[in-house]
């Protein structure tokens, strides 16, 4: 059986996704890997930040201006297997159009702030007087109760880390407060929260055959990873703050330069046993260190004669030495380092599928494997537009000339210029990215 032919859990699903940047996107990508229809409602007057961001090697074409909005890799990343609808929900037909395919959906979900729903008239009392059954998944930076304290602020990811205290504890103490806003955290835990919400919601729906509207609030999901430190406080006053790359509860644990420009490893060798594999390749002059309360309380001295020892070395060997009995080390990855990672690449991590813009497109895989039912990507993710008539059409019942008249009153609007095409500039390379794909100028 091929894996087109497996049935996949989400199957049967729709879903209606309403999402910008990372936190909802990512949720409703997860649903398309394992078989859900996922429907992304886009904007062509307010879009969705990543078709903003487009790619390096396009800017400043206007020749190509109407392919740009589909090239940024995050697209792929935030969107594939997914159908691209341009609606414009602030038109009253672009509504009316939105509420037809709600009406056929089982999911809702949304990241936008609560206000906006709300004033889009896409709150969860509008979505459920058309479909009474649906699952509606909300998650605004802050929930959509109005009368707390913080209903009617804006947040996007990077802003969530600091608000909780997520970025006091990143850094080193002597440095201010060292935030990840290029990742931005938060917004992958939600999203995370959200799929688990999801499918929970769509249990009961199926326990009870009524819909269900599932409250997620990114500001409480980023909390919860601070749960353990928010509770030493309230039991015993203690305030932690920013310690490096040390740990509260052994030592030696931290990153050390290594041979090279800009080489690291990470090691972690907390316990008695792993100590004394470490130490006895670093031949220290003596056993000062034997005590575990004595690497904790002198750390800056233990990390000095690490780094002293770890930088006569090649990253990456000593990694496999120190793996290879039993210490806990790695080399401090690069993104050069993970494109030819060899676990990385073993576990077919790097996923190339069909694009209709570029041709074809590289995204990542998703973390979580079923065995029997492993999910798929059917495509790279949507040009901008791309699906709206064929999902005006057969989801809503909508004619081609009701369509052709949506798009005329800008209510809606298609794929421009389906006929350029812009590969990327790696396609005539890709094997070096992705080993065992052939190159464009090969096929």
Known sequence: MTNSAIELPLEGIRVFELGTAIASPFCGRLMAHYGADVLKIESRVSPDVVRILGSAWIKGRDDLAAAAPDTSPYVPEMNASKRSVGLELKTTAGRKAALALIAECDVF????????????????????AVNPKI????LPGFGSDPDMPYYSYVAWGPNQAPLVGFDDFTGHASDPPAGIATVAPPDYMSALHAAVATLS???????????????????ETTLALLGPFVMDYDLSGTVHSRIGNRSLWGAPQGVYPCAGHERW????ATDDESWDVLSSLMKLPDDHFDDPDLRLAQQEQLDSQIGTWTVNFDADDLAHRLQSVGVAAHVVSTNEDLLHDTHTMSRNWYQVASHARLGRDVFSDCAVKLKGTPGRWTDAGPSLGQHTREVLRDVAGMSDE?????????????QLEPETLVPRPWDDWIHLLVPGTADARDL
Request: aromatic share 8%; net charge negative.
């Open 109 to 128: 979900l949304a990241n936008f702030g609560a206000r906006a729903l709300a004033e889009l008239g896409l709150d969860y009392e509008s979505v459920s």
């Open 402 to 414: 009701e369509i052709s008249q949506l798009v005329s009153d800008k209510g809606a609007f298609e």
């Open 265 to 268: 490893i990470a090691i972690s």
């Open 201 to 219: 919601g769509l249990e009961h729906l199926e326990l009870t055959g009524d819909g269900v509207h599932v409250d997620v609030s990114q500001f």
């Open 135 to 138: 699952v509606y998944v909300q």
